[in-house]
């Protein structure tokens, strides 16, 4: 069977999330299973491949005003610069792929497909900085890396193989890299918050689940509509572990050497899964403007007898959206009927669409219906260029209140043990508990729901200590507020 034979969505986002959105992602044309015996690889397909540009040229855009530059780095890693690193051979141990083999010969020495660059990037940048004049270095790749982790495929959620982003930097002093860090944690925020609809808490990870070697690994986390947190992107302020480990050293005017500060920070295109995720519904895909490779699709209503009047009063308004840059597509297929075409365009998830017949000719006039929730305006022909905007505008004000609300009505407090358990096993979403800082409380939760710390408050101003309080968990004195929830 063809991908395109059957048209509509069958599944329940509520009631069967996960197989409505594996057919979200089929349906709407963004992505493929890999082959067999390939479980955890899908193929993108250019659909899909065009949000994540877009993701792509927001960030890229933002990064460079900020001083990163791109580069490129080997998708191989030698073992013995692995092992460099301690915390990172032991944390991504069980995740590396080895390629042992060149053509028949053995390798002498196994090469890892990268699961994140640290290791390879950290000694050039090494041999890149000699004084305090060279720093801060700030470089960004964007590359595929890969991590063989055996659970269930999950498009952009979970695969063997992920497109993402990672910057490294290096600093002189912790200040220079801890504003580095936070930088970035901004930028990835205001990606959700301003282009993808999606509200996100700030975080930091709780010390047991922090990246490798890190000093501090912030995050962002998205909820998703089924009381799932998505770790959205993550910001690692690395200390000088690394530095120490791969020799990135700095004169300092007074011609000391001292290690570098050095951060690392990624985003995947699990930022796509939580897109899908967060505003589709049983029709198909949602998207907002910002984002939607088309933003308005024309769907001219013509009988024979209006075909002519119909068809050229549409094509002048299409030019019209083209010249003020908007993102158009004008669907005159004649061997297809509206009603067809308003399913398709639904469940590939345009967020505008023009209905344009015979009456709207007469009136010099045009039907605008919202995607999300079907609402329909009647716009005036003349201005509709300027007027379209606030039709975008709106459009993506709905699905920021929805995602928004979603997320204020699911933060909830727990004091007690059965009070996480049951409130996260009734409502899902975040609780918000005094906890001990010990890793054994959470793994009491874990075992019991799969519900885990996805992060604890940034910094003291954030952080409600909970004086007096006892860990909800163990009873003892609590030391910080835990967000307990399950997650992607
Ligand atoms: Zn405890």
Redesign the pocket.
Known sequence: MSDEQELGITESKQYNTGEWYAEVVQKAGLANYGPEGMSGFIVTRPRGYALWESIQNYLDGEFKKTGVQNAYFPLFIPESYLEREKDIVEGFDPEVAWVTHGGHEELEERLAVRPTSESIIAPYMARWVRSHRDLPLRVNQWASVVRWEATETKPFFRTKEFLWQEGHTAHETRDGAWDETMTRLSQYQSLYEDVLAIPVLRGAKPEHDKFPGADTTTTVEALMPDGKSVQAGTSHYLGTSFAEAFDLTYTTEDEDEEPAHTTSWGLSWRSLGALIMTHSDDQGLVLPPTIAPEQVVIVPIWQADTQEKVLEYAEDIAEDLEDAGVRVELDARDERNPGFKFNEWELKGVPVRFEIGPNEVDDEVVTVVHRPDGESVELDRENIAEAVQEQFDEVYAKLYAAAEENLEENVREASARNEILGTIGQHGGYVKAP??G?E??EEEIKDQIAAEIVMVPLNDEDAEIHDGED?A????DAEETAYFAKSY
């Open positions: 906890w001990c010990d054994a409380c860990c968990v163990c009873g003892d």
